[in-house]
């Protein structure tokens, strides 16, 4: 046991259980600031992978996206924002 990754791992932990494990491996990195490799490691050592959020890439919490979202909370803020439409 390396006593430097296991407080690595504590950290991460931690963090994670803060935010509910809502995060993803970027965030958790940046949180620490720590490489994102570092923090894969250990969710992989800690069999912590598929507690995290993933997203792929441009997707946006819940599978909206970005632009769908941005309406969604100007609208539930009480600011009124045409949607444009492709015709």
Known sequence: MNPKQEALDFKIWQLCNEYEWNLTSKEIAQHLDITLQAVKFSLTRKNWTSRIRT?????????RSPITSFHEIKEELGYHVPKMHND
């Open 55 to 63: 997203l792929s890439n441009g997707q946006m919490p819940g599978n």
